[in-house]
Structure formats: structure tokens, C-alpha cells
């Protein structure tokens, strides 16, 4: 019986498909500051919330382009806020790069062709 495998990450960049840098420069804490309540078992409501990003949507720095890391969990958690965050980056005309977790804990990406409806 073989493990389920994780789900995969996209990486939103901010890098418009004209390969103009997208602005506002806080986007992505913005989107994902959007998507915070998205969580693993909704933990961390009421009176123990606090304040932090999803671990569904997280936003990063790669190679000096602000990015926001989507995994594709959030999909079963909420395909709405799924939707939200690539029609986003479709909308916007943002490049999109799809990564997986390599066993040694590094992540390797592509660029996909067209993404399919929905993601």
C-alpha cells in the first residue's frame, strides 16, 4: 500500500506574464493575510486565535520576487478560497509555478503550460 503523497504547492510571483514587477509591493502578505483563516481543522478560533498566515498560503521571497505559496490542500479545505487566490493570479496575469516537495525536503518547480479550470 503506498503512502498518499502531499499535496503539491503552487507559487504565485509576483511577475506579471509581460514580466513587470506587480504592485502593490505588499500583495502578498495581502492575499495571504485574505486567506488566513483557512487553517488545519479550523484551529486557532476564538479565544485562541492569533495571528498568523495559513500554512495553506504563505507568503515568501524568492530570489528577490515577492511570491505567495499555495498548497493545493487549501483546495479541499475551501475550493472557493482555491478559486479566489488563482483567479487571482490569472486575473492579474501573474506567472504561476507549480512545485513538489522532493524527499530531501527541497522543492522543485515547473512552469506549467496552462493550468487546468479551477487551478
Do not use: H
Not at 514587477?21 to 493575510?33: I, Y
Not at 486557532?44 to 515577492?66: E, H, L, N, Q, R
Amino acid at each position: 500500500m503506498s503512502s498518499p503523497s502531499k499535496p503539491r504547492e503552487v507559487f504565485i510571483q509576483g511577475i506579471t506574464l509581460d514580466g513587470k514587477t506587480f504592485r502593490p509591493s505588499d500583495w502578498a502578505e495581502r492575499l495571504a493575510g485574505a486567506m488566513s483563516c483557512f487553517r488545519p481543522g479550523r484551529a486557532g478560533a476564538g479565544i485562541t486565535a492569533f495571528i498568523g498566515y495559513s500554512p495553506y498560503c504563505v507568503p515568501v521571497t524568492v530570489d528577490g520576487v515577492k511570491s505567495v505559496v499555495v498548497s493545493e490542500a487549501l483546495r479541499d479545505v475551501e475550493p472557493m478560497a482555491w478559486d479566489f487566490v488563482m483567479n487571482f493570479a490569472r486575473d492579474n496575469r501573474l506567472q504561476v509555478v507549480e512545485a513538489c516537495l522532493l524527499p530531501d525536503g527541497t522543492r522543485t518547480a515547473r512552469r506549467p503550460d496552462d493550468l487546468p479550470p479551477g487551478g
